[in-house]
């Protein structure tokens, strides 16, 4: 249980992290719309990672695992796209990329443990 609500609280706070470096940024032209993306991806990691622990089944549950792998692999392109355009100092950048990364890592672990699980079980 606490791993879960670790986890929660981290993509939580990943999110705020990404809100705030935003809110930073100037306004308007093409970073809008990297602005809009990395928005829509980095609250998505969180919103469907508490969708996958109200799964009502394993396979739903690895569905929406992928889903929040997705999103935060999403997140580092994006954020990467901020770094090569030097819109921000990759020191503001730096962080949230290790925190991406980790993210992914972890939601590929756990997508493949709940694939494994899922086969043993059948």
């Known amino acids: 249980m606490e791993d ?10 990943f999110a705020v992290a990404v809100l705030e470096l935003m809110e930073k940024l100037p306004k308007g ?3 809008g719309v990297i602005k809009r993306q990395l928005i829509r991806s980095e ?5 469907n990672y508490r969708a996958a622990q109200r799964s009502r089944s394993r396979k739903e549950f ?11 692999d999403e997140c580092i392109y994006w954020l990467e796209l901020l ?7 990759e020191l503001c950048v730096r962080p949230l990329l290790g925190e991406a990364s980790e993210l992914v890592a972890i939601f590929v672990a756990s997508r493949r443990t709940a694939v ?3 086969s043993k079980s059948e």
Not at 43 to 47: K, L
Not at 63 to 70: D, I, R, Y
């Open 4 to 13: 879960y609500c670790n986890l929660r609280k981290r993509t939580q706070d």
């Open 29 to 31: 032209g093409e970073l």
């Open 43 to 47: 609250t998505s990691v969180g919103a």
């Open 62 to 72: 690895v569905a929406k695992l992928a889903l929040v792998e997705e999103e935060a």
């Open 83 to 89: 770094c090569v355009r030097r819109v921000s100092s």
């Open 116 to 118: 494994r699980n899922a």
